[in-house]
């Protein structure tokens, strides 16, 4: 099993819907997770770090399921601009602080 | 400077050349990263410097591999007799803290391509 796996899709979703998506992770050991987007052709940056208490940043929302070892990324209202692939990323402790991308999710978004 | 830049942007390579991919991080970031990304798969983590120590090189896939930051600042990732197999894009990213996730600046890549 990959330490960190994502639906690769693409999900296509129309202009204005809400659309999420998943990561699971498996090493427990697991302490810090992000999620990055990479438009197509570019490097990946930084979207947000997903939170235990969740976290909350205009349309987007990251929360962390610790139990169930998984991720997840709410986009509200969704933009033509949010047509990207979306990367889970996870920081490993117990292997000399690694992180660790999954290989993405695509996301487009259709007028 | 401003960014991560990293140089060439394209390099087509025949197999068996040696190719060396520059990167050059944002101004006083200590620690930095070298990914390679496979057409349609995320970055790998090759391997990762805090100023001039290589503290983790267990992601480079071979012996053929070689990366070096001798002063602290900018790094050479070289690559010894390329294969078909190297072609990727290769990530720099460069941060002020440790591989911890955040605060990466990731540069627009080298394309490599081996033919």
């Known amino acids: 099993r990959k330490e960190v796996e994502q639906d690769p899709g693409p999900f296509n979703v129309p202009e204005g819907a809400t659309v999420a998506f998943n990561c699971t992770y498996s090493?427990?050991?697991?302490?810090?997770f992000f999620w990055y987007r990479q438009d197509c052709r570019k490097e990946p940056k930084l979207l947000m770090s997903?939170?235990?208490s969740g976290n909350e940043d205009g349309r987007f929302t990251a929360q962390l399921n610790r139990a169930s070892q998984y991720i997840s990324l709410l986009i509200r209202d969704s933009k033509l601009s949010d047509s990207a692939t979306y990367l889970c990323?996870?920081?490993?402790?117990?292997?000399?602080?690694?992180?660790?991308f999954g290989k993405g999710t695509r996301l487009h978004i259709l007028p | 400077g401003a960014g991560v830049s990293q140089s060439p942007r394209y390099k087509v390579a025949k197999r068996g050349q040696d190719v060396a991919l520059r990167c050059d991080p944002i101004?006083?970031?200590?620690?930095l990263f070298w990914y390679q990304q496979a057409l349609g798969q995320g970055p790998e983590f090759l391997t990762y410097?805090?100023?001039?120590?290589?503290?983790?090189k267990s992601g480079l896939p071979s012996d053929r591999f070689f990366a070096e930051r001798p002063e602290g600042s900018v790094s050479t990732l070289k690559i010894q007799r390329t294969q078909q197999e190297d072609s990727a894009v290769y990530l720099c990213?460069?941060?002020?803290?440790?591989?911890?996730?955040?605060?990466?600046?990731f540069g627009s890549g080298t394309r490599l391509t081996v033919v």
């Open positions: 990213a460069s941060s002020s803290w440790g591989p911890i996730g955040y605060g990466y600046t």
């Open positions: 090493n427990s050991a697991s302490q810090s």
């Open positions: 997903v939170y235990s």
């Open positions: 990323v996870v920081t490993v402790r117990n292997r000399d602080d690694k992180i660790i």
């Open positions: 101004s006083g970031h200590v620690s």
């Open positions: 410097f805090q100023n001039e120590a290589q503290l983790d």
